[in-house]
């Protein structure tokens, strides 16, 4: 942890020194939270969410980036109920679905009319102008579901 603050005091010297934009690859939600202006996640090989750290750690759009912030672990949790996971495996590279890429982990794909994730890979459209979004859920539907995961982690009644 020292020398991973170290590195990151580094590269924010050297950002402040040469005026420079910066793109950090990282697994570490922390660190994003820390240090990004602006995130962009990654699924399969594609951006599948991209906005400002505010916004997107606020009311994350898309049904992966969800997961991903949920799995956090909570240590003000009972042991069981620290992390809510991502069910199942990251596809293969060379043998994605043919629709939405996320379409085999998703809670929500059963919501999207005539079966659009199993067969039609979603773009990425914006949600508004500063954030961007990979699926086919509409924008109310994708909010109201973010609200309510946020609602169930922070433990208020539903
Ligand atoms: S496009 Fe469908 S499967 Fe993909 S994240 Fe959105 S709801 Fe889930």
């Known amino acids: 942890m020292t020398v991973q603050a170290q590195i ?4 924010s010297t050297l950002q402040g020194e040469f005026g420079t934009t910066v793109i950090l690859i990282t697994h570490d939600l922390g660190i994003v939270a820390d240090v990004a202006d602006q995130v962009a996640v990654m ?5 599948v ?17 969800l997961g991903l912030l949920s799995s956090v672990p909570r240590m003000d949790r009972e042991l069981l109920e620290r ?3 991502i069910r199942g495996n990251p596809p293969s590279p060379i ?5 939405c890429v996320f379409q085999p982990r998703c809670n929500y794909w059963e919501r999207v009319p005539n079966g659009a994730c199993l067969d039609v890979r979603p773009e990425l459209l914006e949600s508004d102008p500063e954030h961007l979004v990979r699926c086919h859920l509409t924008v109310e539907e994708r909010q109201q579901i973010s ?11 539903q």
């Open 8 to 11: 990151l005091d580094l590269i």
């Open 43 to 47: 699924y399969g090989g594609r951006i």
């Open 49 to 65: 969410e991209q906005a400002p750290t505010g916004v997107l750690y606020d009311l994350p759009e898309m049904p992966y980036t």
């Open 83 to 85: 992390m809510q996971p």
């Open 95 to 99: 043998n994605l679905p043919k629709g």
């Open 147 to 157: 609200r309510d995961v946020k609602q169930v982690l922070a433990g208020a009644p």
